[in-house]
């Protein structure tokens, strides 16, 4: 089994920061490609940034210029740090990961953590 654990969510007041954490445990015996993702209230799932193995990074026009993902591989731990943040951010942040696991290694399956609720408001 693979758990993914994302921290750091929280309210914060527009033009603020924070910075999430999502970390990967269990039976894992790599990670590709990580990635952040949110949702706001009646809206769909929507990409924010991804990272991959080798820190290529890719961004959602919404996240550039204030949104830095980053990785420490030898964690299996992912960070995302969020300035000038806007109303707009408002939303549950998911983290992503795919995994090849110890159990199924011929496999790499994607897994989801449960989300952490960011709050832009004054």
């Known amino acids: 089994q693979v758990q993914i654990v994302e921290s750091g969510g929280g309210l914060v007041q527009p033009g603020g920061s924070l910075r999430l954490s999502c970390a990967a445990s269990?039976?894992?015996?790599?990670?590709?490609?990580m990635g952040w993702y949110r949702q706001a209230p009646g809206k769909q799932r929507e990409l924010v940034a991804t990272?991959?193995?080798?820190?290529?990074?890719n961004y959602a026009d919404s996240a550039k210029d204030r949104f830095t993902i980053s990785r420490d591989n030898a964690k299996n731990t992912m960070y995302l740090q969020m300035n000038s943040l806007k109303p707009e951010d408002t939303a549950v942040y998911y983290c992503?990961?795919?995994?090849?696991?110890?159990?199924?290694?011929?496999?790499?399956?994607?897994?989801w953590g449960q989300g952490t609720q960011v709050t832009v408001s004054s």
């Open positions: 269990g039976n894992i015996f790599s990670i590709y490609t």
């Open positions: 990272v991959t193995s080798g820190g290529t990074t």
């Open positions: 992503y990961a795919e995994v090849r696991d110890l159990i199924n290694i011929r496999a790499i399956a994607p897994y």
